[in-house]
T-cell receptor, first 113, second 106 residues
Framework: EPEVTQTPSHQVTQMGQEVILRCVPI?????FYWYRQILGQKVEFLVS????????KSEIFDDQFSVERPDGSNFTLKIRSTKLEDSAMYFC???????????FGEGSWLTVV | GIQVEQSPPDLILQEGANSTLQCNFS?????LQWFHQNPWGQLINLFY???GTKQNGRLSATTVATERYSLLYISSSQTTDSGVYFC????????FGKGTHLIIQP
Protein backbone atom coordinates (compact mmCIF):
# COMPACT_ATOMS: atom_id res chain seq x y z
CA GLU A 1 0.00 0.00 0.00
CA PRO A 2 1.41 3.44 -0.90
CA GLU A 3 2.54 5.50 2.05
CA VAL A 4 3.89 8.89 3.00
CA THR A 5 7.56 8.66 3.91
CA GLN A 6 9.48 11.11 6.08
CA THR A 7 13.15 11.72 6.82
CA PRO A 8 14.83 11.98 9.21
CA SER A 9 12.92 9.97 11.78
CA HIS A 10 14.70 11.84 14.55
CA GLN A 11 16.87 14.95 14.54
CA VAL A 12 18.61 16.77 17.34
CA THR A 13 19.62 20.35 16.62
CA GLN A 14 21.01 23.30 18.49
CA MET A 15 18.83 26.32 19.14
CA GLY A 16 19.17 28.85 16.34
CA GLN A 17 20.09 26.30 13.68
CA GLU A 18 18.11 25.74 10.50
CA VAL A 19 16.33 22.44 10.05
CA ILE A 20 14.82 20.88 6.94
CA LEU A 21 12.37 18.02 7.30
CA ARG A 22 11.68 15.99 4.19
CA CYS A 23 8.63 14.14 2.99
CA VAL A 24 7.68 12.08 -0.03
CA PRO A 25 3.89 12.20 -0.37
CA ILE A 26 1.87 9.44 -2.02
CA UNK A 27 2.57 9.71 -5.73
CA UNK A 28 -0.89 10.58 -7.14
CA UNK A 29 -1.79 12.96 -4.31
CA UNK A 30 -2.12 16.66 -5.00
CA UNK A 31 -2.59 18.15 -1.52
CA PHE A 32 0.23 18.17 1.02
CA TYR A 33 0.24 19.10 4.69
CA TRP A 34 2.46 19.55 7.69
CA TYR A 35 1.26 19.04 11.24
CA ARG A 36 3.09 19.02 14.54
CA GLN A 37 2.51 17.38 17.90
CA ILE A 38 4.27 18.63 20.99
CA LEU A 39 4.86 15.76 23.42
CA GLY A 40 1.67 14.85 25.25
CA GLN A 41 -0.47 17.32 23.34
CA LYS A 42 -2.84 17.14 20.41
CA VAL A 43 -1.86 17.24 16.76
CA GLU A 44 -1.88 20.78 15.34
CA PHE A 45 -2.27 21.87 11.73
CA LEU A 46 0.58 23.96 10.33
CA VAL A 47 0.08 24.37 6.59
CA SER A 48 -1.52 22.95 3.48
CA UNK A 49 0.00 23.16 0.01
CA UNK A 50 -1.60 22.72 -3.39
CA UNK A 51 -0.57 23.57 -6.92
CA UNK A 52 2.85 24.79 -5.75
CA UNK A 53 1.55 27.30 -3.28
CA UNK A 54 0.32 27.51 0.29
CA UNK A 55 -3.45 27.15 0.37
CA UNK A 56 -3.93 27.57 4.12
CA LYS A 57 -1.74 28.09 7.17
CA SER A 58 -2.28 28.32 10.89
CA GLU A 59 -1.05 31.03 13.22
CA ILE A 60 1.71 28.67 14.32
CA PHE A 61 3.17 28.82 10.81
CA ASP A 62 5.00 32.14 11.15
CA ASP A 63 7.91 33.62 9.20
CA GLN A 64 10.29 31.09 10.72
CA PHE A 65 8.60 28.32 8.75
CA SER A 66 8.55 27.71 5.02
CA VAL A 67 7.54 24.87 2.73
CA GLU A 68 8.74 23.89 -0.67
CA ARG A 69 8.21 21.26 -3.32
CA PRO A 70 11.67 21.35 -4.88
CA ASP A 71 11.01 18.56 -7.39
CA GLY A 72 8.24 16.21 -8.45
CA SER A 73 8.39 13.99 -5.39
CA ASN A 74 9.68 15.80 -2.29
CA PHE A 75 7.87 18.20 0.02
CA THR A 76 9.95 19.96 2.65
CA LEU A 77 9.39 21.95 5.82
CA LYS A 78 12.14 24.39 6.79
CA ILE A 79 12.49 26.00 10.19
CA ARG A 80 14.88 28.90 9.80
CA SER A 81 16.13 29.47 13.33
CA THR A 82 14.92 26.80 15.71
CA LYS A 83 13.70 27.55 19.22
CA LEU A 84 13.36 25.20 22.16
CA GLU A 85 9.58 25.27 21.77
CA ASP A 86 9.89 23.90 18.23
CA SER A 87 10.70 20.50 19.75
CA ALA A 88 7.89 18.26 18.57
CA MET A 89 6.91 15.45 16.26
CA TYR A 90 6.32 16.81 12.78
CA PHE A 91 3.93 14.88 10.56
CA CYS A 92 3.72 15.19 6.81
CA UNK A 93 0.46 14.17 5.17
CA UNK A 94 -1.10 14.05 1.73
CA UNK A 95 -4.47 13.55 0.07
CA UNK A 96 -5.86 13.17 -3.43
CA UNK A 97 -8.15 16.15 -2.97
CA UNK A 98 -9.14 18.51 -0.19
CA UNK A 99 -12.21 16.52 0.84
CA UNK A 100 -10.66 13.06 0.83
CA UNK A 101 -8.80 10.89 3.31
CA UNK A 102 -5.58 12.49 4.54
CA UNK A 103 -2.75 9.99 4.98
CA PHE A 104 -0.01 10.65 7.50
CA GLY A 105 3.65 9.73 7.51
CA GLU A 106 5.36 8.22 10.53
CA GLY A 107 6.66 11.57 11.69
CA SER A 108 9.99 13.28 12.25
CA TRP A 109 10.86 13.84 15.87
CA LEU A 110 12.72 17.15 16.28
CA THR A 111 14.57 17.90 19.49
CA VAL A 112 15.99 21.40 19.91
CA VAL A 113 18.65 21.73 22.61
CA GLY B 1 -12.06 28.20 14.17
CA ILE B 2 -13.85 24.89 14.47
CA GLN B 3 -13.84 23.22 17.90
CA VAL B 4 -13.50 19.47 18.43
CA GLU B 5 -14.33 17.86 21.76
CA GLN B 6 -13.63 14.22 22.51
CA SER B 7 -14.92 12.15 25.38
CA PRO B 8 -14.02 10.50 27.58
CA PRO B 9 -10.45 11.80 27.90
CA ASP B 10 -9.30 8.56 29.51
CA LEU B 11 -10.75 5.06 29.47
CA ILE B 12 -9.46 1.91 31.15
CA LEU B 13 -11.07 -1.39 30.21
CA GLN B 14 -10.49 -5.09 30.58
CA GLU B 15 -9.66 -7.15 27.53
CA GLY B 16 -12.84 -8.27 25.78
CA ALA B 17 -14.89 -5.24 26.77
CA ASN B 18 -16.66 -2.94 24.31
CA SER B 19 -16.23 0.83 24.21
CA THR B 20 -17.72 3.91 22.60
CA LEU B 21 -15.68 7.03 21.96
CA GLN B 22 -17.39 10.28 21.13
CA CYS B 23 -16.40 13.29 19.05
CA ASN B 24 -18.41 16.51 18.93
CA PHE B 25 -17.61 19.35 16.57
CA SER B 26 -18.85 22.89 16.34
CA UNK B 27 -19.44 23.47 12.64
CA UNK B 28 -20.18 21.78 9.34
CA UNK B 29 -17.37 19.62 7.99
CA UNK B 30 -16.50 17.95 4.72
CA UNK B 31 -13.95 15.61 6.26
CA LEU B 32 -13.93 13.62 9.48
CA GLN B 33 -11.31 11.03 10.25
CA TRP B 34 -10.59 8.77 13.21
CA PHE B 35 -6.99 7.90 14.01
CA HIS B 36 -5.25 5.56 16.40
CA GLN B 37 -1.90 6.81 17.67
CA ASN B 38 0.14 3.84 18.75
CA PRO B 39 2.83 3.88 21.45
CA TRP B 40 5.48 4.67 18.78
CA GLY B 41 3.64 7.84 17.82
CA GLN B 42 2.35 6.66 14.46
CA LEU B 43 -1.03 7.98 13.37
CA ILE B 44 -2.98 5.10 11.90
CA ASN B 45 -6.00 5.94 9.75
CA LEU B 46 -9.07 4.12 11.03
CA PHE B 47 -11.95 5.74 9.18
CA TYR B 48 -12.72 8.53 6.78
CA UNK B 49 -16.32 9.18 7.73
CA UNK B 50 -17.79 12.66 7.16
CA UNK B 51 -21.23 11.03 7.35
CA GLY B 52 -22.86 7.62 7.65
CA THR B 53 -21.63 4.37 9.15
CA LYS B 54 -18.63 2.20 8.36
CA GLN B 55 -17.28 -1.02 9.82
CA ASN B 56 -13.83 -2.57 9.70
CA GLY B 57 -13.52 -5.77 11.71
CA ARG B 58 -14.02 -5.03 15.40
CA LEU B 59 -14.17 -1.30 14.77
CA SER B 60 -17.06 0.72 13.47
CA ALA B 61 -17.87 4.41 13.27
CA THR B 62 -20.95 6.51 12.80
CA THR B 63 -21.12 10.21 11.98
CA VAL B 64 -24.33 12.20 12.21
CA ALA B 65 -23.28 15.34 10.40
CA THR B 66 -26.53 17.22 11.06
CA GLU B 67 -26.04 16.69 14.82
CA ARG B 68 -22.29 17.36 14.62
CA TYR B 69 -21.03 14.25 16.31
CA SER B 70 -19.26 11.03 15.51
CA LEU B 71 -18.90 7.81 17.47
CA LEU B 72 -16.18 5.18 17.31
CA TYR B 73 -17.09 1.71 18.57
CA ILE B 74 -14.51 -0.84 19.57
CA SER B 75 -15.80 -4.33 20.28
CA SER B 76 -14.03 -7.21 22.03
CA SER B 77 -11.07 -4.99 22.96
CA GLN B 78 -7.54 -6.35 22.77
CA THR B 79 -4.41 -5.04 24.50
CA THR B 80 -3.12 -3.89 21.10
CA ASP B 81 -6.04 -1.47 20.93
CA SER B 82 -4.36 0.61 23.64
CA GLY B 83 -3.24 4.09 22.64
CA VAL B 84 -4.75 7.47 21.91
CA TYR B 85 -7.73 7.79 19.58
CA PHE B 86 -8.08 11.09 17.78
CA CYS B 87 -11.00 12.52 15.92
CA UNK B 88 -10.09 15.17 13.34
CA UNK B 89 -12.36 17.31 11.22
CA UNK B 90 -12.00 19.78 8.39
CA UNK B 91 -13.51 22.28 6.33
CA UNK B 92 -9.88 22.29 5.07
CA UNK B 93 -6.77 21.45 7.16
CA UNK B 94 -7.66 18.91 9.82
CA UNK B 95 -8.42 20.14 13.34
CA PHE B 96 -7.77 17.45 15.90
CA GLY B 97 -9.45 16.84 19.21
CA LYS B 98 -7.39 16.20 22.33
CA GLY B 99 -7.96 12.48 22.01
CA THR B 100 -9.19 9.62 24.16
CA HIS B 101 -6.43 7.72 25.93
CA LEU B 102 -7.51 4.08 25.96
CA ILE B 103 -5.82 1.45 28.09
CA ILE B 104 -6.85 -2.19 27.65
CA GLN B 105 -5.72 -4.35 30.54
CA PRO B 106 -5.18 -8.11 30.12
Amino acid sequence: EPEVTQTPSHQVTQMGQEVILRCVPISNHLYFYWYRQILGQKVEFLVSFYNNEISEKSEIFDDQFSVERPDGSNFTLKIRSTKLEDSAMYFCASSVSSGNTIYFGEGSWLTVV
Amino acid sequence: GIQVEQSPPDLILQEGANSTLQCNFSDSVNNLQWFHQNPWGQLINLFYIPSGTKQNGRLSATTVATERYSLLYISSSQTTDSGVYFCAVAPSGLTFGKGTHLIIQP
